[in-house]
């Protein structure tokens, strides 16, 4: 089992920052793919940004060059700073990590307004 501590969201105006953080604990070694999921309301969750122990990253169109996603294996954490915030990136972020073998494990979610 893993579980995933997300913290660092909020209430930020068009333009601003935010940086979100999740902390794993339990059988992290299993984890191959840490990463950032959202959802808003009356939508579909997706992928923000995954990556990879090795590092190589992957991000949905809508946020590149805005967000970035980093990891420190060392301390089991994953992070997702993002940059000039637009109101559509108001949704519920959730950290997943998935298994060696393919099981997801969520966090509890933490929610991101982007309002004026």
């Known amino acids: 089992q893993v579980q995933l501590v997300e913290s660092g969201g909020g209430l930020v105006q068009p333009g601003g920052s935010l940086r979100l953080s999740c902390a794993a604990s339990?059988?992290?070694?299993?984890?191959?793919?840490m990463g950032w999921y959202r959802q808003a309301p009356g939508k579909q969750r997706e992928l923000v940004a995954v990556?990879?122990?090795?590092?190589?990253?992957t991000y949905a169109d809508s946020v590149k060059g805005r967000f970035t996603i980093s990891r420190d294996l060392f301390k089991n954490t994953v992070a997702l700073q993002m940059n000039s915030l637009k109101p559509e990136d108001t949704a519920v972020y959730s950290c997943?990590?998935?298994?060696?073998?393919?099981?997801?494990?969520w966090g509890q979610g933490t929610q991101v307004t982007v309002s004026s």
């Open positions: 997943n990590a998935r298994a060696r073998w393919g099981y997801d494990f």
């Open positions: 990556i990879i122990s090795g590092g190589t990253t």
């Open positions: 339990g059988s992290t070694a299993s984890i191959s793919t």
